[in-house]
């Protein structure tokens, strides 16, 4: 019964989300970060529809190319992220935040991550604590640039960025949490731990995407 109001809380949400996208007009500032919320309104209604099909879970080879698109669309966004948050930089400059940014959560991944066999799904979990490194990162960076550029924590590409590295900051604490083997009531807490903090990230993104940027028109 709880997984069934999860899903669909996350499904409306997403939906009223996509509706505040379109009616504001934000998608075409924000392309990677509408077709990642369409992406994960398909794949929310694909999955449940497939098992209710099949009855069993998609099979490993699909799971695979989900995740490994889920991946793809999530670096496209935060590359979206920092291009519109440092515009102001300009030339080559504008692209050395994010090299830098880059190359510190790649020395991140290897020296927390353990050695393992490599195939597709360690890269993904790979790719996936990259990711979230990455998000806080620039989630830390962008706080500091705000005042420099002329930003406001209230404009739309901080809300997004932001909501990105509070959650992101919520899957790192909950990883690190687990190595040091918890009981698994603790991994059920962090579950649904993390499950809140995106539904409620989800809801702020709504609510910012709504309102114009400060200094804009409505």
Same mark, same amino acid.
């Given at each position: ?30 392309? %990677? ?35 490994? &698109? ?25 692209? &050395? ?21 490599w195939?597709?799904? &360690? ?29 406001? %924590? ?11 590295g509070?959650?992101?900051a ?8 687990? &190595? ?15 499950i ?12 910012s ?10």
């Open positions: 019964m709880i997984n069934h109001l999860i899903w669909a809380a996350g499904l409306l949400e997403h939906l009223v989300l996509l509706g505040v996208i379109f009616k504001r007009k934000r998608a075409a500032r924000f392309p %990677w970060f509408t077709l990642l919320i369409i992406f994960y309104v398909v794949r929310s209604v694909g999955l449940v529809a497939a098992l209710r099909l099949s009855g069993h879970p998609a099979p490993l080879f699909p799971s695979m190319i989900i995740d490994l &698109t889920d991946v793809l669309l999530q670096c496209a966004v935060l590359a979206e992220l920092s291009w519109n948050s440092l515009q102001p930089l300009g030339g080559i400059r504008r692209f &050395t935040v994010p090299l830098l940014l880059l190359a510190s959560g790649i020395l991140i991944v290897l020296r927390l991550a353990p050695s393992v066999h195939s597709l799904r &360690t890269i993904l979990v790979l790719m996936h604590f990259l990711l979230s490194v990455l998000m806080v990162e620039w989630a830390i960076v962008l706080a500091f640039l705000l005042r420099p550029f002329r930003l406001s %924590w209230r404009s739309h590409v901080a809300a997004i960025s932001f909501g990105f509070v959650y992101s919520a899957l790192l604490a909950g990883g690190g949490y687990f &190595t040091t083997g918890r009981e698994m009531r603790d991994y059920v807490f962090f579950s649904f731990f993390r809140v903090v995106y539904l409620l990230i989800v809801i702020f993104w709504s609510v995407l709504w309102f114009s940027e400060p200094g804009s028109r409505a």
